[in-house]
Nanobody, 127 residues
């Protein structure tokens, strides 16, 4: 069964915005840590933003102030609002979920903490 499905990726110009969505199955509820990660060609997967069951957020320094993570528990959906996009933001974006994460919200940016992953959605920012 597919547990996480991302959507909303696309191609935008520098300075543009995108909103990613991640629809979670009924088995992943508000008690899970959830996060957004990205991977560019030839690079390791990195944490972008994470949110804990209490709604506390954490962001990578590179996206702080430009991206916002949120979750709609009623709709079982995770979002990532991305603004002021830069070419360096290009990559495959994945959402992930985990019931418990070492280190709390800060640890939730570590992709190794997650076992449930979506298939990804591509974001391309062109100058």
């Amino acid at each position: 069964e597919v547990l996480l499905v991302e959507s909303g990726g696309g191609s935008v110009e520098v300075g543009g915005s995108l909103r990613l969505s991640c629809a979670a199955s009924k088995y992943i509820d508000s008690s899970y840590f959830m996060g957004w990660f990205r991977q560019a060609p030839g690079k390791e997967r990195e944490g972008v933003a994470a949110i804990d069951p209490d709604g506390n957020e954490d962001y990578a320094d590179s996206v702080e102030g430009r991206f916002t993570i949120s979750r709609d528990n009623a709709a079982n959906t995770l979002y990532l609002q991305m603004g002021m996009l830069e070419p360096e933001d290009s990559g495959m974006y994945y959402c992930a979920a985990e019931i418990a994460v070492m280190g709390g919200t800060v640890g939730a940016l570590d992709p190794d903490e997650y076992n449930v992953w979506g298939q990804g959605t591509q974001v391309t920012v062109s100058s």
